[in-house]
């Protein structure tokens, strides 16, 4: 078992040597440093201790109430009561007013530490933008400073049996009455939707207040408590799901049953405001699929450096690291760790500027496309590297594969996000984010030929795509060609930039192999 570390040194030179998060005039790289440091302490001392207890207990239903894992609620109340909850909510409903940037190396170092507890409090930030965004100035004072300080965590409520991603044929009801709302329906795999760690919980719910035949236009977004006055709301859980991966979260089929609930924004309007919410989790995905890549990396090299295994050609006895197929393996999950880093530190640069919403909405399920089958292919490695025992529980690598290999799934599969860049992606904004997406590939690539070539080959896969009407034949290719070229430009400037930094070396040595096209990186999606 190799205990967590995080890997802040990689998240700090990523944020501030490749993304330039700087720049943005949001992010202190002075403060960023300091924040993480203290929370890599309190991760690795606090929260990873209690990731394989989560594994190997998982969650129980006892009296219609779900109860976590030994430890998960020390770890959250600890984590609420360091201010950790609160990081990106303005200061004036109690948060400390910081940038996604920041925020974004915690959520990866939580989730390295222990994904399922993450899971709780992985939403947070993005309730937190819809109520900013959709709330009124009531629903923002009463919710707001309850999520920030711990007491209330949230959920997002989407999917049904019946629907699965087609959110038109939602069916849960919302019925005005004595100047309120009601819902009835069922939701699944709900994560979080019921735990013992909050005092409360927030049930952000898609729910039919139009007729069936409104399909999405019929839909709007609700807010649903727990608790109301009087005791329990009329919220229950059926079941906790039985998975494969991150036991520790429950996930859980609800039944509201004529619950009490209050719209937030427009009725109707329920998508576009739940889209919020789903985009922030988008992202936050991505970064659970680096979390995992760099938790394998470092689970495979550690083990691969100590263990002896035959000898080198000059007769010195050999640890596996020595032999070239172990280390093209560990080549490979280092690169997919950091590359996918550098492009979610990237995207989210992009998005902290309101004038590059084209290119934002263009980069997001890219991140999340690439991201997070980088984490399960790096698990999947990792292995392989550590052979027999890699295939055993007691090495953790194979639970790290079982927790990352969700993140291909939810928040939208994969194939979904595919669709989407070779449909909606192209389009969007008049082709304003595509076209927007070609000048920042060639800015970090700069003249590297190997990207450039790239690039063209991905415009003649641009015009060949939006020739077709529909769904073009070759949208996953071209969705995974688009992400390749995203991650080999990431590496191009990787290289660039990591000269005279403690990563030199090793980092342009990588840049090269992963630009000629050394390293046999699968397709991913197509």
């Known amino acids: ?34 924040i993480l440091g203290q929370f890599a302490a309190f991760a690795e001392n606090v929260i990873a201790p209690t990731n394989r207890i989560g594994d190997k207990q ?151 207040s139009g007729a069936p035949e409104a399909g999405t236009k019929g839909l709007s977004l609700f807010l649903c408590p727990s608790k109301i006055e009087g005791g329990r709301n009329h919220v229950g859980v059926a079941r906790i799901e039985e998975k494969l991966g991150i036991h520790g979260s429950p996930t859980c089929q609800l039944v509201f049953d004529d619950a009490e609930a209050e719209l937030i924004g427009e009725e109707g309007g329920g998508l576009g405001a739940m889209f919020t919410l789903m985009n922030h989790a988008r992202i936050d995905v991505a970064l659970q699929g680096v979390a995992h890549a760099a938790r394998a990396w470092d689970i495979a090299s550690s083990y691969a450096g100590a263990r002896a295994q035959g000898r080198r050609a000059d007769g010195v006895p050999a640890v596996l690291s020595d032999h070239a197929d172990v280390r093209q393996m560990l080549d490979e999950q280092r690169a997919l760790a950091v590359g996918s880093r550098a492009m979610c530190h990237l995207a989210l640069v992009v998005l902290e500027d309101p004038d590059q919403l084209p290119l934002a909405d263009f980069l997001t399920p890219v991140c999340k496309m690439f ?6 292919r790096a698990a999947d490695l990792g292995i392989q590297v550590l052979g027999g025992y890699g295939y055993l529980e007691e090495y953790d690598i194979a639970q790290t594969w079982r927790d990352a290999r969700i993140t291909s799934i939810y928040e939208g599969a994969n194939g979904i996000h595919a669709l989407t860049a070779a449909t909606r992606g192209l389009k969007a904004h008049d082709g304003a984010g595509a076209d927007a997406f070609v000048d920042f590939i060639s800015r970090l690539a700069g003249t590297v030929e190997p ?76």
């Not at 890997?7 to 202190?28: C, E, M, N, R």
């Not at 996953?476 to 930094?501: D, N, P």
């Not at 040595?509 to 630009?515: E, F, G």
Request: net charge negative.
């Open 58 to 208: 998982g969650c129980r239903l006892e009296n219609g109430r779900v109860r976590t894992p030994d430890g998960f609620a020390d770890a959250f109340r600890q984590s609420a009561e360091g201010g950790w909850l609160g990081l990106t909510v303005p200061e004036e409903f109690g948060g400390m007013g910081l940038d996604h940037l920041t925020a974004a190396g915690v959520s990866e170092i939580s989730t390295g530490a222990n994904h399922a507890l993450q899971m709780a409090t992985g939403l947070l930030p993005g309730a937190v933008s819809t109520l900013l965004r959709f709330g009124t100035a009531d629903q923002k004072h009463r919710w707001i400073p309850s999520l920030s300080e711990g007491r209330t965590l949230n959920t997002m409520c989407l999917t049904e049996a019946g629907a699965g991603s087609d959110l038109s044929r939602v069916r849960t009801k919302a019925e005005r009455q004595n100047g309120g709302w009601r819902l009835s329906g069922e939701k699944i795999f709900i994560s979080n939707g019921d735990q013992d760690l909050s005092e409360d919980i927030l049930h952000f719910v898609l729910a039919r």
């Open 371 to 376: 991201a997070t089958e980088a984490g399960i």
């Open 1 to 34: 078992m190799k205990d967590f570390a995080a890997p802040t040194d990689d998240i700090l030179f990523s944020l501030h040597q490749v993304a330039d998060a700087g720049a943005t005039g949001k992010h202190d790289p002075d403060l960023a440093a300091d």
């Open 451 to 526: 990207v450039l070539s790239c690039l063209a080959e991905w415009k003649e896969m641009r015009r060949e795509t939006l020739a077709h009407d529909g769904v073009p034949p070759n949208a996953r290719l071209f969705a995974a060609v688009t992400a390749e070229l995203f991650f080999r430009a990431s590496w191009a400037h990787i290289g660039k930039v990591s000269g005279g930094t403690a990563f030199e070396g090793e980092f342009q040595q990588l840049a090269d192999k992963v630009l000629k096209s050394a390293m046999p990186l699968p397709r991913f999606c197509s």
